[in-house]
């Protein structure tokens, strides 16, 4: 009997390894197959991969307010430093603002004036709701945060997200608890915006960078140097008006864009809730007829 | 020992690699803010795959592997399955240096590591590029590539007795 069992010893090891090569082929076809799947935008990828953040959110959650709180103490510590510059122009800042809110004020007077004048329908209402950025994208393939906030909360797919600076991306992906933000710098973000001063109309596109491109804008020649730019409104997702950032650099006649989001320094952000009028009307479904 | 208990810790120092890959996983998800290195984050699961297809090949079977690349592919909002196809080729080729590397002195795994995680930033970078069907900047996958092999140290400190723990496991 001992031979028998020795030879087939001797026989399961080769076959185990074999068994295991072919094991490693299979699975790096399979990781070629899913990713080929993943590009075609499949529903059922983004069911599991809600569905999977759901159950790890809370986990981040908790593992990810270490590393913020470090950030924050790091900040408090810069932001002592720095203090009394600060403090300066902020005082600088403020004499400025001071003058701005007394033109706001006419403005805004004239403005509801000539909107009575004409009839003009009042803008969509915007609403926010608040989320705790609880992870990254973890590596260069893609610029993305998820956040802890999802459709239970009132969060919805394509809305946009914002910081107290500026437009931060817009919700690719809604959990029930979680959500995901593809932000402006990722290479398959496109913004429809607006040069503030000028009106030229844009798209505003990432490259996996820390700056922004502007292309389709006509003309192209009238752009400068610390024009800034804001959401145009155009297409419904995003309320118009909300800043994104300054042109920084002219490089070969494409306009160069530095966000006012510091990305890195994300820590809560707000999902605005812009009910624009035409495009609920298509969300909602049509009342049953009567039976 | 209660036998049941006995069983119980056996079992759990068979999990120890496996609980080390998702730990890795969940810290590669989170964000970390470092000045100047944008979302850079280190690679964490490239740390706990190479360690573990050096040390304890066995353990970590590519199935596993397979199922952990995936998982971080759908927490970070990557492409699914590129970092599954990055964590197996990794595990093919340090299971296939594994008798050169095992029992030479640390710094000699250590620079084996960086040779395989600059390997993995390059395969990446290039995978990303086809994937987009554009020309990416290859820094961040280089910057992320340096910081894991400036992490492999710290990494391993953790690693080395959770192996040793593991290996008590095993029948003599």
């Known amino acids: ?121 009042p ?49 690719v992906e809604s959990g029930d608890r979680s959500s995901r933000i593809l932000l402006l710098t990722d290479l398959n973000s496109r913004v429809p915006v607006v040069v503030e001063s000028s009106r030229y109309r844009a798209i505003l596109e990432g490259d996996n960078t820390d700056t922004l491109k502007l292309s389709f804008v006509i003309p192209a020649d009238e752009i400068r140097v610390g024009d800034r730019i804001v959401t145009s409104g155009s297409g419904g997702l995003f309320p118009a008006g909300l800043p994104i950032g300054e042109v920084s650099a002219i490089k070969d006649g494409t306009a160069l864009v530095t966000p006012l989001v510091r990305f890195d320094r994300l820590e809560y952000v707000r999902i605005l809730r812009f009910d624009f009028p035409g495009i609920e009307a298509e969300q909602t479904p049509a009342p049953k007829a009567a039976r | 020992m209660n036998p049941t208990l006995a069983r119980a810790n ?21 964000p970390y803010g470092i000045p100047f290195l944008g979302p850079v984050t280190p690679f964490f699961a490239l740390i706990a795959i190479f360690y573990w297809s050096i040390h304890r090949p066995e353990q970590v079977p590519a199935v596993v592997i397979f199922g952990i690349g995936v998982l971080q592919d759908l927490i970070t909002g990557g492409p699914p399955g590129s970092i ?36 993995a930033a390059v395969v990446g970078w290039l995978l990303a590029c086809v994937y987009n069907t554009a020309l990416i900047l290859p820094w961040h996958f280089l910057v992320q590539a340096l910081l894991t092999v400036a992490l492999y140290p710290a990494a391993t400190t953790v690693l080395t007795p959770a192996a040793r723990w593991s290996r008590a496991a095993e029948p003599a």
């Open chain 2, 10 to 30: 056996a079992i759990l120092r068979i999990l120890v690699p496996f609980g080390t890959l998702l730990l890795a996983v969940a810290l590669s998800g989170i």
């Open chain 1, 1 to 121: 009997m001992r031979p028998i069992g020795g030879r087939i010893g001797r026989l399961a090891v080769p076959l185990r390894v074999l068994a295991q090569r072919f094991a490693l082929l299979i699975l790096i076809g399979a990781s070629i197959a899913l990713m080929i799947t993943a590009k075609g935008e499949h529903w059922a990828v983004e069911r599991v991969r809600t569905t999977v953040m759901d159950v790890a959110a809370p986990v981040l959650d908790v593992i990810s307010r270490p590393a913020q709180a470090l950030n924050s103490a790091t900040e408090r510590v810069t932001q002592i430093v720095a203090v009394y510059g600060e403090n300066e122009r902020l005082r600088e800042e403020n004499e400025r603002l001071r003058a701005w809110q007394s033109i706001a004020r006419r403005l805004e007077t004239e403005n509801a004036a000539f909107r009575a004048l004409l009839r003009a329908r």
């Open chain 2, 84 to 119: 599954a196809l990055l964590l197996l080729l990794v595990h093919a080729l340090a299971v296939s240096q594994q008798r050169i590397l095992l029992g030479q002195s640390y710094l000699v795994e250590w620079a084996g590591f960086a040779l395989v995680a600059v390997g």
């Open chain 1, 123 to 171: 803008e969509p209402g915007v609403t926010y709701v608040s989320g705790r950025v609880i992870g990254d994208s973890g590596g260069p393939w893609v610029r993305t945060v998820a956040l802890n906030a999802g459709e239970a909360d009132g969060v919805r797919k394509g809305s946009a997200v914002v910081t107290g600076d500026g437009l931060v991306g817009r919700v």
